[in-house]
């Protein structure tokens, strides 16, 4: 049976529903671990409205002793953040995370963790529907959500697609450029297989296809597919500066010529946006530094 904080936690979730599946899936679990643990750190029969600071702060204590990220510890906070702010609480935790003790995201790596899909892996997918997603997350750099969402007709504006603010992450709108014959020719055939409709087969819920993705990825060795984005972004990056990025090449933005480094943070913009961040800095986590 759920508890109290969980039952009216939920309740808030189904009114305030959000355009991004995954956003709704992880308030979700989130909500559900800091019933759970909260009930561990001694607090139980907490309810809801009765959440206080000192239960924050005993929750990211915990988060820190089990040597989480700072990103997702980040990443709960604003979960809980929203939570405050519903119950209209919105004093109960800072609105800074260095006041809270949370260190800085640690989104340089300077790994090369791109991937390549094979057409030996794609022989492997019988799921048209599911194979045609894959492509178009190699040709755009979509994620995976927006690779089953997308609406191939609707998307296509000749030049570039748009992707609409139901389909992405954060709920925006984002514009991608068709620059090659090989962008082209996936997306018509996208267009040919969906006839209008998304990459969700008629017969199945977004959720039902998501499983088949993660399945069919851990089947053909694609890991969780993320990959495929960090192949578009080094590719976009050495088409848009000539040369490849510090995530590929191993040569730090630091020891670039002056002309190199004006055209590193010119490309740096133009993907970000392409990949839908908001935030430049994130982006490093694709092209290193």
Known sequence: ???????????????????????????????????????????????????????????????????????????????????????NKVGLVSSSNAKLGIENRKYITNNNKGVTLTQMQLNLIPDQHLKMSLRLQTAFGLRREEAMKIQPEKADHGDHLVLDASWCKGGRDRIIP??????????????????????????????????????????????????????????????LTGFDCPAVSGIRVRRLTTEQKAADKAAREIITRELGHGRIQVTAVYLGS
Not at 59 to 75: C, S, V, Y
Request: net charge positive; proline share 1%.
């Open 1 to 87: 049976m759920a508890s109290n904080f969980l039952f009216e936690a939920n309740k808030l979730l189904r009114q305030h529903c959000t355009n991004s599946f995954a956003t709704k899936s992880e308030r979700f679990k989130t909500i559900r671990l800091i019933d759970r643990q909260l009930v561990e750190l001694g607090f139980k029969g907490v309810a809801l409205k009765g959440l206080k600071t000192r239960h924050v702060e005993a929750l990211i204590a915990k988060w820190q002793e089990d040597r989480l990220n700072p990103g997702t510890i980040k990443n709960r906070m604003a979960h809980v953040r929203w939570l405050s702010e519903k119950i």
């Open 178 to 239: 068709i620059l090659t014959e090989a962008q082209r020719q996936v997306l018509n055939e996208a267009k040919q297989l969906t006839q209008g409709r998304s990459l969700i087969p008629a017969q199945r819920t977004y959720v039902q296809q998501m499983k088949r993705y993660e399945n069919t990825c851990i089947q053909i060795n694609l890991g969780k597919g993320h990959g495929l984005r960090h192949s578009y972004a080094h590719q976009r990056y050495l088409t």
